[in-house]
């Protein structure tokens, strides 16, 4: 098989975002194969973080000479973490439970929160994920990075690529409340190593 043409990266504001949510769904269904139900819940959830403070989005796209737009590899988007939203409640309260208030402040206190980052299984293994991550993270004024991963197994390429830009992990083998699949919570102090061509 040839391998895929190689993705550009392109920043869009909320409003392209939000336009561009259904390939972006297309993405996250193709990655994450959640169950049909839960798509209208996600769309929503995706809306609301579009309004998030300092929110940021990049897609991974490829350009085909004389064609106007182009095929959606993947995406990344994050916010600053603040309370009140609730996977920085969720989280801070389990970090304070293990370390103490300090431990949890340390981590949240001025963190940017990598919400998704997805790339279509037939676009993967060629570095776009970290593309994506390493731009995304580039530049934040936040003291921190965090997210949240599946925690099938702690080899997975998600938490390889992860721990190859400095995270650790904070939390494993977590339940968010509402039941749902194990996470792990990954945190690391910004700037990342690691560059986006590596």
Not at 49 to 74: K, N, S, V
Not at 143 to 167: E, F, K, N, Q
Request: aromatic share 8%; glycine share 12%; hydrophobic share 35%.
């Amino acid at each position: 098989m040839n391998d895929p043409d190689p993705a550009k990266l392109r920043e869009v504001d909320r409003r392209g975002f939000t336009r561009r949510l259904d390939p972006i769904l297309d993405i996250y269904t193709a990655a994450m194969s959640p169950p049909a139900d839960q798509l209208p819940g996600r769309r929503a959830i995706m809306e609301r973080h579009a309004r998030y403070p300092r929110f940021r989005a990049l897609l991974a796209e490829t350009r085909r000479p004389f064609r106007r737009g182009g095929t959606i590899q993947g995406f990344a988007y994050g916010f600053h973490g603040a309370p009140g939203q609730w996977w920085h409640d969720i989280v801070h309260q389990a970090l304070t439970e293990r370390g103490g208030p300090a431990h949890a402040e340390e981590w949240l206190g001025d963190s940017f929160e990598v919400a998704e980052l997805h790339v279509h299984p037939a676009y993967q293994g060629h570095g776009t994920g970290r593309a994506l991550l390493v731009t995304l993270c580039a530049g934040r004024p936040e003291r921190t990075v965090v997210l949240s991963t599946l925690d099938r197994r702690p080899d997975t390429p998600a938490r390889r690529l992860y721990r190859s830009v400095g995270m650790v992990d904070l939390l494993t083998d977590f339940a968010f409340p509402g039941g749902g699949p194990r996470y792990a919570v990954m945190g690391a102090r910004l700037p990342l190593g690691g560059s986006a061509g590596e």
